[in-house]
């Protein structure tokens, strides 16, 4: 699973130093961990994302971002609570989902926001 700086989230998921309004950059709908080493519900969801990459793959990315080093990423969402779960459709808005959740509420999310044709 790849861990994001900010250098690679311009690229790959929105260059907010570009364009003010949502523009996603991607190929494929994401889904973004917001996580921190300390934090233990964020070790509760880390080996489910690792099941769900494998079973959606080459259908969605999943990314994980550590506020602890990505501070400016962090604030640029507002994230204030670990885990924050971000959900990036290929179109339309991204959203955001508090808190460690369980597999089936993932793969609802998943296949409600990402997949959605």
Known sequence: MEHLTKDTFLVKVFNYEQNKDWKFEGELPCLIDFYADWCQPCKMVAPILE?????????????????????????????????????????????????????DSLKKAIDDVLLKN
């Open 51 to 103: 099941e769900l990459q494998k079973e959606y793959d080459g259908k969605i990315n999943i990314y994980k971002i550590d506020t602890e080093a990505e501070t400016e990423l962090a604030s640029a969402f507002g994230i204030r609570s670990i885990p924050s779960l971000l959900f990036i459709p290929k179109e339309g808005q991204p959203q955001m989902a508090m808190g460690a959740l369980p597999k």
